[in-house]
């Protein structure tokens, strides 16, 4: 499986406006942007972090996925994201191979990728996300 970068790292918050204060404030990371992916029901901004984005990932609803995962775990890093080229084809060579998904089928996910994650427990319980920007439109990097 080809792997290009570490695309971004989510990170799970109560608050993206709170915890733009430490990323872009202190860190001084650029804040790329902020958009809502409503199929999620999770509001999403990222900074650019050299090579690497921060998502910093709030919970529209509070039957959300990140909402789960904040009353469960509290703030904190929710996934790591891989760069891949094909994720159609990753899936269907994870599917072969017997590694547990989340995802058997691509989704869209923000800043114009299609995502799909793997089970926490192929990744010794670190919920992993493939994401391909969509051909054709413009993605910061």
Known sequence: MLINKVDHIGIAVHSIEDALTFYRDV????????????????KVAFLKAGETKIELLEPMSEECTIAKFLLKKGEGIHHIALGVNDINARLKELKEN??????????????NSNIAF????????VLVELCEKKRGEHNES
């Open 27 to 42: 860190l001084q990371l650029r804040l790329i942007g902020v958009e809502e992916v409503p199929k999620q029901q999770v």
């Open 98 to 111: 017997g590694i547990p998904l989340i995802d058997e089928k691509v989704r869209s996910g923000a800043a």
């Open 118 to 125: 793997i089970h926490p427990s192929a990744g010794n319980r």
